[in-house]
């Protein structure tokens, strides 16, 4: 398996899904950070609620000139430490995918083509924050650091 978890997909079944919100016989991940997540919200008495990909945000793709639908990695419900409860949106990526491409030694295809997925992905997150700030809701974008405590 790649470093980032690429090739590591399937169905997660949860032993709590009364939390999952949405058809906890149908929970698609398509990563190893992914399922990692999965299991941290199943397991973790203050996830009160979490669904994965259970619904869209629109946003506009310039790379295309089209609107086109987002659908986050999670959302979930969580009782904070002071007892508050707040909702958030979460995306698992790489961390170096959260930041421009540098040229470096790269095919100028390889550029492009990560060029224009940061591009793609930055349109997503705006469009994102955009949503979750209208709704009272925080956007959170996770990364190998958080996942596995990487520094």
Same mark, same amino acid.
């Given at each position: *398996?790649?470093k980032e978890?690429?090739?590591?997909?399937g169905?997660?079944?949860p032993?709590?899904?009364?939390?999952?919100k949405g058809?906890?016989n149908?929970?698609?991940?398509?990563?190893?950070?992914?399922?990692?997540? *999965?299991r941290? #919200?199943d397991?973790?008495d203050?996830?009160?609620e979490?669904?994965?990909?259970?619904f869209?945000? %629109?946003?506009?793709d310039? &790379?295309?000139?089209k609107?086109r639908r987002?659908?986050?990695?999670f959302? *979930?419900?969580?009782?904070e430490t002071n007892? &508050?409860?707040?909702k958030?949106i979460?995306e698992v990526k790489?961390?170096?995918? &959260?930041? %421009? %491409?540098?040229a470096?030694k790269k095919?100028?295809? &390889?550029l492009?083509?990560e060029?224009?997925?940061?591009e793609?992905?930055?349109a997503?997150?705006?469009?994102?924050?955009e949503? #979750?700030?209208?709704?009272?809701?925080?956007?959170?974008i996770?990364?190998?650091?958080e996942?596995?405590g990487?520094?």
């Amino acid at each position: *398996m790649s470093k980032e978890g690429k090739y590591h997909q399937g169905r997660f079944h949860p032993q709590n899904p009364e939390k999952y919100k949405g058809d906890y016989n149908n929970i698609i991940y398509r990563s190893s950070w992914e399922v990692k997540f *999965m299991r941290y #919200c199943d397991r973790n008495d203050n996830i009160l609620e979490w669904g994965s990909e259970e619904f869209f945000i %629109p946003y506009y793709d310039s &790379t295309t000139h089209k609107v086109r639908r987002y659908f986050p990695d999670f959302i *979930m419900k969580v009782k904070e430490t002071n007892g &508050t409860i707040k909702k958030y949106i979460i995306e698992v990526k790489p961390e170096r995918q &959260t930041r %421009p %491409p540098v040229a470096g030694k790269k095919k100028q295809k &390889t550029l492009i083509t990560e060029s224009l997925a940061y591009e793609k992905n930055i349109a997503k997150w705006n469009a994102a924050k955009e949503w #979750c700030d209208d709704r009272g809701i925080i956007f959170r974008i996770i990364t190998e650091k958080e996942l596995f405590g990487y520094k």
